[in-house]
């Protein structure tokens, strides 16, 4: 079983940056590609990034490309987002997930962290 946990959201004025960080639990996280999603009131949840176990593929929604970049550090069992020129729009609540190698479903989800962003 893999825990993962997300941590950085909060409150930022539009044109701010932040760094969201979801940090994983057990041996497994390095092998696993993990994704962030997010979801906004009212809206169905949607794919935001993803990155390879490696760190070496990435793939980005194509609204948030050039402004959010996807990272991982498996040393530390961590996957970063780091979110640049946010806009009113990307304000939702934000999950990562991971996935095993060639599978397509995400397995495990964390409860998710907050961000709000101010015009």
């Known amino acids: 079983q893999v825990q993962m946990v997300e941590s950085g959201g909060g409150l930022v004025e539009a044109g701010g940056s932040l760094r969201l960080s979801c940090a994983g639990s057990?041996?497994?996280?390095?092998?696993?590609?993990i994704g962030w999603f997010r979801q906004a009131p009212g809206k169905q949840r949607e794919f935001v990034a993803d990155?390879?176990?490696?760190?070496?593929?990435?793939s980005y929604l194509d609204s948030v490309s050039g402004r959010f970049t996807i990272s991982r550090d498996n040393a530390k069992n961590l996957v970063y987002l780091q979110l640049n020129s946010l806009k009113p729009e990307d304000t939702a609540v934000y999950y990562c997930?991971?996935?095993?190698?060639?599978?397509?479903?995400?397995?495990?989800w964390g409860q998710g962290t907050q961000v709000t962003v101010t015009s």
């Open positions: 057990g041996r497994v996280f390095s092998t696993l590609a």
């Open positions: 990155v390879n176990s490696a760190g070496s593929i990435v």
């Open positions: 997930a991971g996935r095993y190698r060639g599978q397509m479903n995400y397995d495990y």
